[in-house]
């Protein structure tokens, strides 16, 4: 079983940052794709970054530029650097991670509330 805890959440101004971090923790897991997801209210969940286990990334179009999302292989750890927030980024944000040798499943956290005032 594989766990994810979330953190870094919380109420910014626009113009300002937040860092979300994401730990992995379980008995039994090799991770693959780490990512961040989000869902604002009334809308579907989307893909805000994601990081191969070789660093490579990928990002939504509407947060390049101001969002940097980072991973520590060892650690299992993965970070979303959120620069330059505007109050359309509000959205409860969700780490998550693809098990690619075990379970071969996607783990996802419990979610962070992330709130820009305008």
């Known amino acids: 079983q594989v766990q994810l805890v979330e953190s870094g959440g919380g109420l910014v101004q626009a113009g300002g940052s937040l860092r979300l971090s994401c730990a992995v923790s379980?008995?039994?897991?090799?991770?693959?794709?780490m990512g961040w997801y989000r869902q604002a209210p009334g809308k579907q969940r989307e893909l805000v970054a994601a990081?191969?286990?070789?660093?490579?990334?990928n990002y939504a179009d509407s947060v390049k530029g101001r969002f940097t999302i980072s991973r520590d292989n060892a650690k299992n750890t993965v970070s979303l650097q959120m620069n330059s927030l505007k109050p359309e980024d509000t959205a409860v944000y969700y780490c998550?991670?693809?098990?690619?040798?075990?379970?071969?499943?996607?783990?996802w956290g419990q979610g962070t509330q992330v709130t820009v005032s305008s």
């Open positions: 379980g008995s039994q897991f090799s991770i693959g794709v």
């Open positions: 998550n991670v693809r098990d690619i040798v075990f379970s071969r499943r996607d783990y």
């Open positions: 990081s191969t286990r070789g660093a490579s990334t």
